[in-house]
């Protein structure tokens, strides 16, 4: 196995409230990894700590064998780090093909003075850059789209489009902060089949998820969180026989999914 | 040291009515985050009203003494303004209140620009001379230092008001309100409170005290004129942001602080830079706290840094 | 072009090519037309061209990249007074246009950097404060760096600056070509400013659909998704800012030479407030719209200077509203009323960020259609 991410004693404050406390977890390389916990738990604090939005108290992130910067998400992002939003977060007045090619962006050179005269480098990079949000788009199912207003795309497009545009960064660890919230079961059963397809094309995916069911029969280990501490981290059939997460989720009231 | 008792007295001065007007940008940005842009302008619409009204009573009534005729002018400003504050909102503002952030504020500088073209139209484009019915003769309380009735009155009145408005927003179920408003409008509407009824009465009593500020503002310098709110205006935003906008006793405590800074920065700067600036850079000192402030200490003197979670 | 062309009612969307060559034909015969006319609407027109370059550079701060500047006059004010310092007998240099028009555009683009690296990461409402505040400093060092040691010559401004030369051709100078026939110069300086506006439209074009265009709006759309694929909001914030500045920094340039004197009262706060409106009218971050909202905005006031003062004489006996007072009223009114009714502008249209046609360009790999 080989170790492509590495927490290392993580924690966060906010004011009063300690979101995260010492939060260790190493993922390995090709794995889908699961982060559950009752709601406030720290799970969304604990992806914007790693992808740069917020800067951890304590603690540091060894990603595929160096540390990421803090503070900093755009260079989280070239090291290979791409995320997606719970609440959707497209650019809503760019097409379907216009979202995954922006967020080519990082990958592509043009400057100012190529721009300006379209040279043949720049010509060349954005074609090529077009044909692969096209294959992306393709990829996750929705090519047919291309030139729609994302703004109006349904629901679960909208997710996929995110899914595709966090794609078009390369990355080699893809986090996803609740891909299926608000989905129905259909959508669900589908996204689970893409995010298995993209494992299986080499990306390590990390997701955060609610929905227990489909975070134990997805993932191949499992971290559960529970006021900013991790209180377990095993494959599913263990974490679920925990009586730590029982009573994490059990006393958490409303959650008995 | 005379010199700078004298620039700390006009700073006071002239900071209190910064904190008046401050006070209404401060109410507004608190419960809609809208930098309303032609607040200045409605202190401007006060002053120039309550003119109109102190010039007809003095026809009318040549026997009024002048507290009179100042109370005459304000009784017919201030409503005026409170008015023209509904207006403002009820017609501009409402319905953008789901639009995107720069919708607004686009907005509101097209209506401080309506506003001094309206009042370029009404009362031209010369400036007017204010009559000075509070006494503008200087006294000497210490030797070397002056200090003129009118700046006296600026500086009572205005905290006479400023201790109202913080009576009402703390003490009375008006302020509770406005509070919860500003906290949180849709929760605020679910313990219900009208939020457009509150939002409605905050523009309405800043209004007021612009109002009031202009007439004081126009009586200091004796004179009133369609662009004499754009700059205090932007002061008493700038005064705003300074003491954490959004917080009513740092409006206060910002226009003081900034009539004192520009005051005796005016007094001082020429022997600061060698000679090479002067007292004409006096509006600068306003610009760069703005934007200090606005960069290195964006909730102010007195905000509190609040976590932005997700 | 064709986004002037799409704009044309009608024949736009049904005719696209006779549309195109309608707008063809109407930039090269306007001054003709204007001249007709009378030489006060050439002069407008001129003006007119001005503004556009104006409103295309903000459009690139405001429209594309979302950032409200409220002080994006003094960019103009940069470029202008570079022209008379480094063109009139003030300092007594005279440089060449070549050497001076492109120091007015990198002395507003430093300005630009200068003054974006610090306020740029402001939310909006505040930015287009503290850009309006740089606006006024600026105005107000050109007011007063006339003492101790002149520099700006204070309120009355700088005098008789060199006019544009192209290749040893004064263009400020009317062309007699026979006795009874000249060509006044109002003409040259229609083309040459003509040239210039496409050639910023062709470069804003190539910056829209490419890399940065699509992070400007990413950016514009939404910050912090812009952030977490990768962008570097700062940078490219700071690039629109600049170029933005560059775009100003020009057309300053070219309004120095053009009306031969600056002074500080031509960068008053309202001319930022009108550039602003003139984007906001046509439509944010179109780049059609934008053009005509310039076009619009600049000849209306000059149409009812001519027309609404005489009406008002005629029926009223007096003039009530005077020139001054119309313009103002129609650039708050357009700014209020567009706001409330037609927030995207006058002419509504999607921005392109790409070429969809690239992809046929070379037959896309058959594999997996579905």
């Not at chain 1, 906010?14 to 720290?42: M, T």
């Not at chain 2, 985050?33 to 010039?55: E, R, S």
């Amino acid at each position: 196995m080989i170790r492509l991410l590495e927490a290392r004693g993580i924690a966060k404050r906010f004011g009063g409230v300690q979101a995260l406390s010492d939060v260790s977890l190493s993922i390995n390389k090709g794995e889908i990894y699961g982060l559950i916990g009752p709601n406030g738990a720290g799970k969304t604090t604990f992806f914007n700590v790693l992808t740069g939005a917020y800067v951890a108290d304590q603690g540091e992130f060894i990603f595929a064998g160096a540390e990421l910067p803090r503070g900093k998400p755009h260079e989280v992002v070239a090291r290979g780090i791409a995320r997606t939003f719970q609440n959707i977060r497209l650019f809503r007045d760019m097409t379907a093909l216009e979202n995954v090619m922006a967020g080519h962006h990082i990958r592509m050179k043009a400057n100012v003075w190529g721009i300006l005269t379209q040279n043949r480098a720049t010509r060349e990079e954005e074609r090529l850059a077009t044909l692969r949000a096209y294959e992306l788009l393709k990829y996750v199912g929705i090519e047919r789209y291309a030139d729609t207003i994302s703004k109006n795309l349904s629901y679960g497009d909208q997710r996929r489009l995110e899914i595709a545009r966090a794609l078009a960064t390369e990355p080699q660890l893809l986090a996803l902060d609740e891909p299926a919230a608000g989905m129905n079961a259909t959508e669900t059963g589908q996204l689970r089949t893409l995010i298995e397809t993209i494992r299986n094309d080499g990306v390590t995916v990390l997701l955060i998820e609610h929905d227990v069911k489909l975070v134990m029969g997805l993932c191949d280990r499992v971290a559960v969180l529970d006021f900013g501490k991790k209180i377990a981290e095993d494959v599913p059939a263990v974490v679920q026989r925990d009586t730590a997460v029982i009573e994490a989720y059990l006393g958490g009231a409303h959650h008995a999914h | 040291m005379e010199t700078l008792l004298q620039q700390i007295v006009n700073g006071l001065v002239v900071g209190s009515v910064y904190s008046l007007v401050a006070l209404g940008y401060t109410m507004v940005y608190g419960i809609l985050g809208l930098i309303n842009f032609a607040h200045g302008d409605v202190m401007m619409i006060g002053a120039l009203v309550a003119l109109q009204a102190i010039l007809f009573a003095q026809k009318m009534w040549p026997s009024l003494g002048p507290l009179a005729l100042v109370g005459i002018g304000l009784v017919v400003s201030i409503p005026t303004c409170m008015l023209l504050g509904y207006v403002v909102e009820r017609t501009a503002y409402r319905r953008l209140r789901n639009a995107p952030r720069l919708a607004p504020l686009i907005t509101a500088i097209g209506v401080s620009f309506l506003l001094q073209t309206l009042a370029m139209i009404i009362w031209g484009r010369g400036y007017h001379s204010f009559p000075q019915l509070i006494s503008t003769v200087p006294m000497q309380p210490i030797e070397g230092v002056f200090v003129t009735p009118v700046q006296i009155t600026t500086l009572l009145v205005s905290a006479g008001l400023m201790a109202a408005l913080l009576l009402v927003v703390n003490k009375t179920p008006l302020g509770r309100a406005m509070r919860a408003t500003a906290e949180n409008h849709r929760v605020a509407s679910l313990m219900g409170v009208d939020a457009n009824k509150i939002i409605a009465i905050t523009f309405i009593i800043g209004s007021a005290l612009a109002a009031i500020a202009g007439v004081m503002v126009a009586s200091n310098y004796g004179i009133a004129h369609y662009t004499m709110g754009f700059l205090p205006g932007l002061k008493a935003f700038t005064a705003a942001v300074l003491g954490g906008i959004g917080n009513i006793g740092g409006a206060m405590l910002g226009g003081i602080v900034l009539g004192l800074v520009e005051s005796i920065g005016a007094g001082y700067i020429e022997t600061w830079s060698f000679g090479f600036l002067n007292s004409s850079y006096q509006d600068i000192f306003a610009f760069i706290i703005l934007g200090a402030v606005l960069i290195f200490r964006p909730t102010g003197l007195l905000g509190e840094r609040v976590a932005d979670r997700a | 072009m064709n986004e002037l062309a799409a704009v044309i009612p009608w024949l736009g969307t049904h005719k696209p090519r006779a549309a195109r060559w309608v707008v063809i034909v109407l930039m090269i015969t306007a001054p003709l037309i204007a001249a007709f006319f009378g030489r006060t609407w050439m002069r407008v027109l001129d003006f007119a061209l001005l503004y556009v370059m104006l409103a295309l550079g903000l459009n690139l701060v405001v429209g594309f990249a979302g950032l409200l500047d409220l002080g994006y006059i003094a960019f103009y004010a940069v470029g202008a007074y570079t022209w008379a310092f480094l063109a009139s007998p003030h300092f007594g240099l005279h440089l060449p246009f070549w050497i001076v028009l492109p120091a007015g555009a990198a002395f507003a683009a430093l300005a630009g950097l200068i003054l974006g690296t610090p306020v740029l990461r402001l939310r909006g409402d505040y930015l287009a404060i503290v850009t309006l505040g740089f606006g006024e400093i600026v105005r107000i060092f050109m007011n007063n760096l006339n003492y101790p040691v002149n520099i700006t010559n204070g309120p009355q401004g700088i005098n008789a600056l060199d006019p544009i030369i192209i290749f040893g051709w004064d263009i400020s100078r009317n062309w007699q070509v026979t006795d009874n026939l000249s060509v006044n110069s109002l003409f040259f300086y229609y083309y040459a400013f003509l040239a210039c506006v496409i050639g910023s439209v062709i470069f804003i074009q190539r910056m829209q659909v490419s890399r940065m265009g699509r992070a400007w709006a990413a950016i514009r759309d939404d910050d912090l998704a812009a952030k977490a694929i990768g962008i570097n909001v700062r940078n490219v914030k700071l690039l629109a800012f600049s170029l933005g500045a560059t775009f100003g920094g020009v057309a300053g340039g070219l309004f120095g030479a053009f009306q031969g004197f600056v002074s500080p009262e031509s960068f008053s706060l309202m001319e930022s407030i009108m550039v602003l409106a003139m984007v906001v009218f046509g439509g944010m971050g179109n780049l059609g719209g934008v053009i005509v909202g310039a076009l619009i905005l600049s000849f209306l006031p000059e149409v009812l200077r001519h027309h609404a003062v005489p009406l008002q004489q005629a029926v009223f006996g007096t003039v009530i509203l005077d020139p001054e007072v119309l313009r103002l009223l129609i650039y708050a009114l357009a700014l209020i009323l567009m706001m409330a009714l037609r927030p995207a502008g006058l002419i509504p249209a999607h921005s392109r960020y790409s070429r969809p046609e690239l992809l046929k360009a070379e037959p896309v790999p058959a594999e997996g259609r579905a």
